[in-house]
């Protein structure tokens, strides 16, 4: 299991490189495609979706283990993930770039990003100890 | 004398400006998220290879669970060591900046509300189970749930973008 952590660490080094020489972010390519008509970062988007696409199948079929889809596909879950997807493409817009573009701009030196990242990690321990079990309560 | 001229050379070396354009990013990145995912073990869930929420769940949780004795969620790819992708996001940055001169230390202008963003959009994306990106990847995957969460985030950005074009306008 600690090939995952040196795995991700060094996939982490090469796109954080990369996305730091690219200014790659993923909601950016949408917002400057409407806004000027700039298709830059929303080639990188379209690419992203259709290489894993295909390399998906291929992976699996080379590792020889075909994963299981859906396990829960149950009301909740279903809206959950509406709400979240919405709340998460409509504030990274507000707060000037997805996750992982924050992330570079905090290797950057832009103290903003660095900002959003504790408030970043702050909120995943508050999701854990207040918001789901508040929501799964309500649900 | 051979120290300032050590210093004058670190400030004005010849800068090495690697180009890279977006589509290049984007295929890379997919080919790293789907190989991490397939061969080295990170997954369970599935579509996990990348995800900055998830992932950085999965740190700083572990990292409080091993110091302070909690008991807050972890994937089970970061069991036995949390994965460390946004660690090496923001290093592998740093040293892109770094070798090409654009490192630079800006202070925020409204550090409450980014805060305040950071805590939400992290709340919201570990709703949908994924960043950006992981939604996209889940998507990719063939995953209904990726379906939606990938199409509410569009909707959200569209969403966002014109309101935002619409108050700079009025």
Redesign the interface.
């Known amino acids: 299991m600690t090939t995952a952590a040196v795995a991700s660490l060094i996939v982490g080094l090469i796109i954080g490189y990369l996305g730091q020489r690219s200014r790659m972010c993923f909601v950016g390519g949408i917002r400057d495609f409407i806004l000027v008509r700039d298709t830059f970062l929303l080639k990188g988007l379209i690419a992203f979706g259709l290489v894993a696409w295909i390399a998906f199948p291929i992976a699996e079929q080379l590792a020889g283990n075909l994963s299981t889809l859906d396990a829960s596909l149950d009301t909740t879950t279903l809206i959950f993930t509406l709400v979240g997807g919405l709340g998460v493409g409509y504030l990274s817009v507000l707060a000037n770039g997805c996750p992982f573009r924050q992330h570079v701009l905090a290797g950057q030196g832009i103290m903003s990003s660095v900002t959003y990242l504790a408030g970043f990690y702050v909120g995943a321990v508050i999701f854990h100890l207040v918001v789901l079990p508040l929501l799964l309560r309500i649900s | 004398m051979a120290a300032t001229e050590l210093k004058h050379w670190v400030a004005n070396r010849p800068r090495a400006k690697?180009?890279?354009?977006?589509?290049?990013?984007?295929?890379?990145?997919?080919?790293?998220?789907?190989?991490?995912?397939?061969?080295?073990?990170?997954?369970p869930p599935?579509?996990y290879?990348?995800c900055?929420?998830c992932?950085?769940?999965d740190?700083?949780?572990s990292l409080?669970n091993s110091n302070i004795g909690t008991r807050?969620?972890v994937s089970q790819?970061?069991?036995?060591?949390?994965?460390?992708?946004?660690?090496?996001?923001?290093?592998?940055?740093?040293?892109?900046?770094v070798s090409?001169g654009?490192?630079?230390?800006?202070?925020?202008?409204?550090?409450v509300r980014?805060?305040?963003?950071?805590?939400?959009?992290?709340?919201?994306?570990?709703?949908?189970?994924?960043?950006?990106?992981r939604?996209?990847?889940r998507?990719?995957?063939?995953?209904?749930?990726g379906f939606?969460?990938?199409?509410?985030?569009?909707?959200?950005?569209?969403?966002?973008?014109?309101w935002?074009?619409w108050r700079a306008q009025r």
Not at chain 2, 139 to 145: N, Q, R
């Open positions: 690697v180009r890279v354009t977006g589509l290049q990013t984007g295929i890379v990145m997919a080919l790293l998220a789907v190989i991490v995912g397939t061969f080295f073990a990170v997954r599935e579509a290879g990348i900055m929420a992932h950085g769940r740190l700083i949780n409080l807050l969620t790819a970061s069991l036995v060591f949390p994965l460390l992708t946004t660690v090496g996001v923001v290093i592998g940055a740093g040293i892109g900046a090409s654009e490192f630079k230390r800006r202070t925020p202008d409204n550090p980014t805060f305040i963003y950071g805590v939400l959009v992290m709340n919201f994306a570990l709703l949908a189970a994924g960043c950006s990106i939604l996209l990847l998507f990719a995957h063939g995953e209904l749930l939606l969460g990938f199409g509410g985030m569009v909707l959200g950005v569209v969403t966002a973008t014109y935002l074009q």
